[in-house]
């Protein structure tokens, strides 16, 4: 698998995620941006994240990768190749900080290890990942769970979406968005994501 390029997450992709931190439900798309410094593959390893900048929330998401140029008119099963579980860490408190005055979430979502990924399995199609489940385990306990199919915009209208406004081409990422049940994370967590009842990433958490 080649070089990861440009990371797109998508905001407010799940009706109840919007209700728990009191947003409106979007009528189009809502996509932010990471540079590439934020991903990391979780492989078991310690993944450092920022301890003094305020609360650290997980937000589970679906991840899926792009194999190919994306051209108008095109399938989203025909682009994306894989997929993977991802964590968009969040610096909440920043982040609410920036949203009253009106500024980008950057700050908040653009840090070193912010883009945590399992390793990307291979895509098994739209209509089949709505069989099964993606979920976070912190410290051995579930804490978040969700599925594609409860997506406000489906990954062909994402697809669609990204590709219209930013290009889509081998090696970009999306982020697409978190269902509901985000929370914070300590130094020294143990994460786990999991799909399809399989653990396919883990990772510890240091903060500095
Ligand atoms: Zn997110």
Same mark, same amino acid.
């Given at each position: 698998m080649g070089d990861i390029r440009n990371i797109y997450c998508v905001g407010r992709n799940?009706?109840?995620?919007?209700k728990e931190l009191n947003n409106e439900v979007p009528s189009s798309p809502f996509? !932010?941006? $990471?540079?590439t410094h934020a991903f990391v593959e979780a492989n078991g390893q310690e993944i450092?994240?920022?301890?003094?900048?305020?609360? @650290?929330?997980?937000?589970?998401?679906?991840? @899926? =990768? @792009?194999?190919?140029k994306?051209? $108008?008119g095109m399938k989203a099963d025909e682009v994306i190749d894989r997929m993977g579980i991802g964590i968009d860490f969040t610096l909440r408190d920043v982040q609410s900080e920036l949203k009253k005055k009106g500024h980008p979430w950057l700050l908040a979502k653009g840090f070193p290890?912010?883009?945590?990924?399992?390793k990307f399995i291979e895509f098994p199609g739209i209509n089949e990942i709505k069989e099964k489940d993606f979920s976070l385990i912190r410290n051995g306990e579930m804490v978040q769970v969700g599925n594609s199919k409860n997506m406000i915009f489906d990954l062909q209208t994402i697809v669609d979406f990204t590709s219209l406004h930013f290009g889509l081409d081998e090696g970009d990422i999306i !982020?697409?968005?978190?269902?509901?049940?985000?929370?914070? @994370? !300590?130094? =020294?967590?143990?994460?786990?994501? $999991?799909?399809?009842? $399989?653990i396919i990433g883990d990772c510890f958490i240091k903060f500095t």
């Open positions: 799940y009706v109840a995620h919007a996509l !932010f941006s $990471k540079p450092h994240l920022p301890g003094n900048r305020g609360s @650290i929330h997980y937000e589970t998401e679906l991840v @899926i =990768r @792009i194999g190919s994306h051209e $108008k290890n912010s883009a945590v990924v399992s !982020f697409t968005g978190t269902p509901e049940g985000v929370g914070q @994370i !300590f130094d =020294r967590d143990h994460l786990s994501l $999991k799909w399809d009842n $399989k």
